[in-house]
């Protein structure tokens, strides 16, 4: 089970830190990493990280969004500065063990101008 959090409203240039805690230990997982979606858009990759620490980002992120996971806390979190308004979307949280993909439910970042 994965549970996000972290989202709210920030101001266009704030920043929020989105944490995924997972219910297991996240070293059973290949890969995590964060996805969004707008309204009316397809749900996109924001950001992954595998269990060997290699990150993975969006070109819409890079530069302003990092990804980073604790172990031992079986929690990955994506710190996101500079936010834009074009960053509102709802955040999911994913995980992927071989054939298999897990999210956890969404959690409401809106940024305003």
């Known amino acids: 089970k994965l549970q996000a959090s972290g989202g709210g409203l920030v101001q266009a240039g704030g920043s929020l830190r989105l944490s995924c805690a997972a219910s297991?230990?996240?070293?059973?997982?290949?890969?995590m990493g964060w996805y969004r979606q707008a309204p009316g858009n397809e749900r996109e990759l924001v950001a992954s990280i595998t269990s060997g620490g290699f990150t993975n980002y969006a070109d819409s992120g890079k530069g302003r969004f990092t990804v980073s996971r604790d172990n031992a806390k079986n929690t990955v979190y994506l710190q996101m500065n500079s936010l834009k308004p074009e960053d509102t979307a709802v955040y999911y949280c994913?995980?992927?063990?071989?054939?298999?993909?897990?999210w956890g439910k969404g959690t409401q970042v809106t940024v305003s101008s």
């Open positions: 297991g230990s996240i070293r059973d997982f290949n890969a």
């Open positions: 994913n995980a992927r063990r071989n054939v298999f993909t897990y």
